[in-house]
C-alpha cells in the first residue's frame, strides 16, 4: 500500500514515515500542500495523511480541491488543534477521519487500517495462493505453515503480486508502485529484489517458478499455483435447495404473467401488446435463473412474435398459442427442472458488499440467496431512485444492474452513467434479458465491467461478480479507443482490460472531445479511416491544445504505404500499428508508451521538487 505523508515537521514526519515502514507501508513526504499535492497528481495513492496547518496550501483546501476534482482517495488528517470547530470543518471538507497531535502509534496504525479496509479496491484480511499465505493484518507470509523471513520489499512484491494473481508487472510499474519517490530508480534492483524472493520461496518448498518471468513484458504469479479446493470456504449447507424453495413460492407469479400475454392476445383493447411483451421479456429471464431453459426460449419466441403483431397471419397466431402452451407447461413442471446450484469460488467475493438493482422480486431471492451462501453482504433495490439512495449512504463493492423498469421513463443505462461518473471504483455489472451485439457496447462505451445475460445460473453469475473484485485495483492506466468498428472496439477492449488497463470505448468521432476532456486518459488509440473526422484530424487537434501535447497517442492502420505512414507520425502520433493486430505486439506497444509517460511525468515531478528545494535553501540562506 502506498501513502502520501504531508507534514511540514521534519521530527513528526521522520517518526511517521519509519512507523508506517515497519508494517511495510511505502511512504512519500511533502513538505508542503503544494508538494502534495504535485504527488497527488503524479501519483496514484492507497490513503493521504495531512497535516492541517501547511505552508502553501493548508490541509483543509488541499482537502476540499482534491474533493472537488473527484479524487477519492482516504484522507486522514493530523493536527495539534483540538477543537470541535476544526474537526467538523475538517470532515466538510472530505476527510475520512481526524486525529489530534500528540497521538499514539499504534492508535493511526489502527485508523490507518480502518481507512484501506474501507476503500473501494478492500481485499480480504489475509490472501491465499496454494499453500502460500499472506496475513496482512500480522505482515507475515507461510508456505504450508512455515514461515518466510522477507525484507519490506520482498513483502510488498509478494502482497502486490498475490492481490493481482493475473496481471503481468513490468519493471517500470514495480518502480513506480513500490519504489518511494526518494529511493533511486533502477530496473535492477527489481531483478535482485524478485531473485532474492525466488531463492526464500524455495527453501521452504515452494516452486522457484512461483513468480513467472514474461520476457520482453514483466513479471507476474504462476498460473499453475492457483489456490486449491481444499482452502475455499464452503457454502451453508441449508441453502442447497433454496432455488427450488424460492420457485414453489413464485411459481404462481410466473403464471399470471402468462396469463396477462394470453389476455392481450385475446382482448388487446383490456391488455396492451405493449405490457405483454413486457412481461415476456421478464419471464425470459427469470426462467432461466432457475435453469429452466426450455421455458425461457418458449419465452422468447412469444416475445420475438408479438413484436410483430401487426403483420401476424392465421398461422403465426396459431403458432403463438402453441409456444405459449408449451410455456405454460413447462412451468407448471418447473419443480422437475429446476436444480441446485454448484459450488464456485468464495474467496474473492467473501465479505464484499453488493447491490443489485432489479424489479424482479423472484429473481432477486434467487440472487440474493446465492450471493448470501457465499457470504457476501446484499442491498437490494427494485427501483433506481432507491438504488441512488443506498449508493449515496452506504459503501459498496460492486453493483449487479438491470437494465429495464418498466414503471420508470429511465433505463438502467441511466444509473450506470451516474456510477461511472461519479464512483469511478466501483465496478458494475449490466444483468439482463436484453440480447443485442449494438447494447452491449453501448454498456462497455459507458464503462460497464461486465454484461450477464439473465439466462445463466446464479453460480455463473457469482463467478462473473468473483472474477470481476479479482480485478477492483485501480487500474494502471485509462486507455480511450475511437473506432467505428463496434466489433473491433470490443476486441480491444477485451484484450487489453485483463492487463490492468481501464478501457474507454468511443465509435462516434463528433463526441470525441467531450470525452476526452470528461474521462483524461493516459493514452489515445484511433484508428485512421473514420467518416467526417479521421485519426489524423483528431491527432492535430490533440497535439495542437497546451494541455494534451504529451498524451501518447497510437494509430491504427490497414495501409502500410510510407505516405499514410509519414501522415502519421507527422500528425504527432507517437506509433504507428498495421492491421491485422498482433496482439502482444500490441500490447507491448501500449505498455511501451505507458511506461514512457509516467517516467516523464516523474521527471517532471522530480524538477519540481529540486526547484522547490533550491528556492527554500535560497529563502533560508536570506
Known amino acids: 500500500m502506498r501513502i502520501l505523508l504531508v507534514e511540514d515537521d521534519d521530527n513528526t514526519a521522520q517518526l511517521l514515515v519509519r512507523v508506517l515502514a515497519d508494517r511495510h507501508y511505502l511512504v512519500d513526504r511533502a513538505e508542503d500542500g503544494e508538494m502534495g499535492w504535485d504527488f497527488a497528481e503524479t501519483f496514484e495513492y492507497d490513503l493521504i495523511l495531512l497535516d492541517v496547518v501547511l505552508p502553501k496550501l493548508n490541509g483543509i483546501d488541499f482537502c476540499q480541491k482534491r474533493r472537488k476534482i473527484g479524487d477519492r482517495t482516504p484522507i486522514l488528517l493530523l493536527t495539534a488543534q483540538d477543537n470541535s470547530t476544526e474537526k467538523v470543518e475538517g470532515l466538510d471538507a472530505g476527510a475520512d477521519d481526524y486525529l489530534v497531535k500528540p497521538f499514539n502509534c499504534e492508535e493511526l496504525l489502527a485508523r490507518v487500517r480502518a481507512l484501506l479496509r474501507r476503500g473501494n479496491d478492500a481485499l480480504p484480511p489475509a490472501i491465499e495462493w496454494g499453500a502460500l499465505r499472506l496475513d496482512p493484518s500480522g505482515c507475515t507470509v507461510t508456505y504450508s505453515g512455515k514461515l518466510l523471513k522477507l525484507t519490506a520489499k520482498e513483502y510488498q512484491l509478494l502482497e502486490l503480486f498475490l492481490r493481482n494473481p493475473h496481471r503481468v508487472f513490468s519493471q517500470s510499474a514495480l518502480l513506480d508502485r513500490l519504489w518511494s519517490f526518494d529511493e533511486p530508480p533502477s530496473e535492477t534492483a527489481v531483478r535482485t529484489q524478485i531473485k532474492g524472493l525466488r531463492q526464500k520461496l524455495k527453501r521452504v518448498g515452494a516452486s522457484a517458478s512461483l513468480i513467472e518471468t514474461i520476457y520482453g513484458l514483466g513479471y507476474r504469479l504462476n498460473g499453475k499455483g492457483e489456490p486449491s479446493a481444499e482452502s475455499q470456504p464452503q457454502a451453508p449447507a441449508g441453502d442447497k435447495n433454496y432455488l427450488q424453495t424460492i420457485w414453489q413460492q413464485n411459481k404462481s407469479k410466473y403464471l399470471d404473467r402468462v396469463a396477462v400475454i394470453d389476455r392481450a392476445i385475446a382482448n388487446p383493447q383490456d391488455v396492451k401488446i405493449q405490457d405483454a411483451l413486457r412481461e415476456a421479456h421478464t419471464l425470459v429471464g427469470a426462467l432461466g435463473i432457475f435453469g429452466l431453459h426450455n421455458a425461457s426460449q418458449q419465452a422468447r419466441a412469444v416475445e420475438q412474435m408479438l413484436k410483430g403483431k401487426d403483420n401476424w397471419t392465421t398461422q403465426q397466431e396459431n403458432l403463438l398459442f402453441q409456444h405459449l402452451a408449451l410455456l405454460r407447461k413447462e412451468i407448471e413442471w418447473g419443480e422437475q427442472n429446476v436444480q441446485p446450484h454448484s459450488p464456485m469460488s468464495q474467496s474473492a467475493i467473501a465479505n464484499k458488499r453488493l447491490l443489485i438493482v432489479d424489479d424482479d422480486a423472484a429473481l432477486v431471492r434467487v440472487l440474493t440467496a446465492a450471493a448470501i451462501?457465499?457470504?457476501?453482504?446484499?442491498?437490494?433495490?427494485?427501483?433506481?431512485?432507491?438504488?441512488?439512495?443506498?449508493?449515496?449512504?452506504?459503501?459498496?463493492?460492486?453493483?449487479?444492474?438491470?437494465?429495464?423498469?418498466?414503471?420508470?421513463?429511465?433505463?438502467?443505462?441511466?444509473?450506470?452513467?451516474?456510477?461511472?461518473?461519479?464512483?469511478?471504483?466501483?465496478?458494475?455489472?449490466?444483468?439482463?434479458?436484453?440480447?443485442?451485439?449494438?447494447?452491449?457496447?453501448?454498456?462497455?462505451?459507458?464503462?460497464?465491467?461486465?454484461?450477464?445475460?439473465?439466462?445463466?445460473?446464479?453460480?455463473?453469475?457469482?463467478?462473473?461478480?468473483?472474477?470481476?473484485?479479482?480485478?477492483?485495483?485501480?487500474?494502471?492506466?485509462?486507455?480511450?479507443?475511437v473506432d467505428r468498428d463496434p466489433q473491433l472496439l470490443d476486441r480491444l477492449r477485451t484484450l487489453l482490460e485483463p492487463w490492468g488497463l481501464r478501457v474507454i470505448l468511443l465509435d462516434d468521432p463528433q463526441q470525441f472531445w467531450q470525452v476526452l476532456k470528461s474521462t483524461h486518459p493516459d493514452l489515445l488509440i484511433l484508428d485512421v479511416e473514420m467518416p467526417e473526422f479521421d485519426s489524423i484530424d483528431l491527432c492535430q487537434v490533440v497535439r495542437n491544445d497546451p494541455q494534451w501535447q504529451d498524451l501518447p497517442i497510437l494509430i491504427l492502420s490497414a495501409h502500410r504505404d510510407s505516405k499514410t505512414v509519414q501522415r502519421v507520425f507527422f500528425a504527432g502520433a507517437d506509433d504507428y500499428i498495421p492491421k491485422p493486430i498482433v496482439e502482444p505486439e500490441l500490447i507491448a506497444r501500449v505498455f511501451n508508451r505507458l511506461e514512457r509517460s509516467q517516467l516523464r511525468r516523474t521527471m517532471v515531478a522530480e524538477r519540481l521538487t529540486a526547484r522547490r528545494e533550491r528556492a527554500l535553501s535560497q529563502v533560508r540562506k536570506d
Open 373 to 481: 451462501a457465499q457470504r457476501m453482504e446484499v442491498e437490494t433495490a427494485s427501483d433506481l431512485a432507491q438504488a441512488r439512495d443506498i449508493l449515496q449512504h452506504q459503501h459498496l463493492d460492486i453493483v449487479l444492474l438491470d437494465l429495464g423498469f418498466p414503471d420508470s421513463t429511465e433505463s438502467g443505462l441511466a444509473l450506470l452513467t451516474e456510477l461511472v461518473r461519479s464512483h469511478p471504483h466501483l465496478p458494475t455489472l449490466v444483468f439482463t434479458a436484453k440480447e443485442s451485439f449494438a447494447i452491449r457496447v453501448k454498456v462497455a462505451r459507458l464503462g460497464g465491467r461486465g454484461f450477464l445475460h439473465k439466462t445463466i445460473s446464479p453460480s455463473e453469475v457469482m463467478d462473473a461478480i468473483a472474477r470481476v473484485l479479482h480485478c477492483t485495483e485501480p487500474p494502471l492506466a485509462k486507455v480511450l479507443i
